[in-house]
C-alpha cells in the first residue's frame, strides 16, 4: 500500500508491531461510541482490527492507513476507504483519531489525504460516509470538507444488540475530465 505524506502527517500501513498504539486509542469508550464497537480490552482486540485492515486490502475492498505525526512513528488514529465497488466508481470513508489529537485540524488533513487519493489515483467519482446521528463532530468534519449529508438510512445497521440510523454523506469528484 502507497504510503500518503501531508504538511504535518505519515499515512502509513498498520502491521501488528502498532497493536499497543491502535490498542491505546481504541480503548477508550469516547473513541469507539459511534463505530459499533465495544472499547477494545486487549492486544488480541488490536491485533484483530489489524488483520480486518489487511483482509480488505487483500480484497480489493479498501484499506486503512495509520496516521502518525512526521517523526513520530506512533500511530494514533486510522483513515481509510472501504466498501469500494469499482463498477460504480465509489467507496466509503472512515476515521477515528485518539482523543489526544482532537480539535487540531488532524483528521481533516487525513481525510483530505484519503480523498484526494481516492479521486486522483483510484478515480472514484464519489466518497460515501456514514454517521450516527449522536455523532455531531464527525458531521461538522464531513461538512467542513465538502461533503453533503444526504439523508438518514432509518435501522441501517445492527450493532451491539441494536439498530442504528445513520447520516449517508457523500462528496463527489468535481474534476472536469472524469
Not at 504535518?8 to 459511534?34: I, M, N
Not at 469500494?84 to 489526544?100: C, M, N, Q, W, Y
Not at 489515483?121 to 458531521?139: D, F, G, H, T
Request: proline residues 3%.
Amino acid at each position: 500500500m502507497k504510503q500518503l505524506e501531508t504538511n504535518r502527517l505519515v499515512l502509513r500501513s498498520v502491521t501488528p508491531a502498532d497493536a499497543a498504539s491502535v490498542l491505546s486509542y481504541l480503548c477508550k469508550p469516547e473513541v469507539v461510541a459511534h463505530m459499533g464497537l465495544e472499547p477494545f480490552a486487549t492486544l488480541d482486540d488490536a491485533l484483530e482490527e489489524i488483520a480486518w485492515y489487511d483482509s480488505i486490502l487483500k480484497d480489493g475492498t479498501g484499506f486503512r492507513f495509520g496516521i502518525t505525526i512526521k517523526g513520530q512513528d506512533v500511530v494514533i488514529g486510522s483513515c481509510g476507504l472501504l466498501n469500494r465497488s469499482e463498477k460504480h466508481h465509489r467507496a466509503e470513508i472512515g476515521f477515528e483519531l485518539s482523543p489526544d489529537y482532537w480539535g487540531k485540524g488532524i483528521a481533516g488533513e487525513a481525510l483530505e489525504a484519503v480523498v484526494a487519493y481516492g479521486f486522483h489515483e483510484l478515480q472514484l467519482m464519489r466518497i460515501e460516509a456514514l454517521v450516527e446521528p449522536e455523532n455531531e463532530a464527525s458531521m461538522h468534519l464531513l461538512e467542513r470538507h465538502g461533503f453533503l449529508q444526504e439523508g438518514l438510512l432509518r435501522s441501517y445497521e445492527f450493532t451491539r444488540g441494536k439498530y442504528d440510523d445513520l447520516y449517508m454523506y457523500s462528496r463527489l469528484n468535481q474534476r472536469k475530465d472524469r
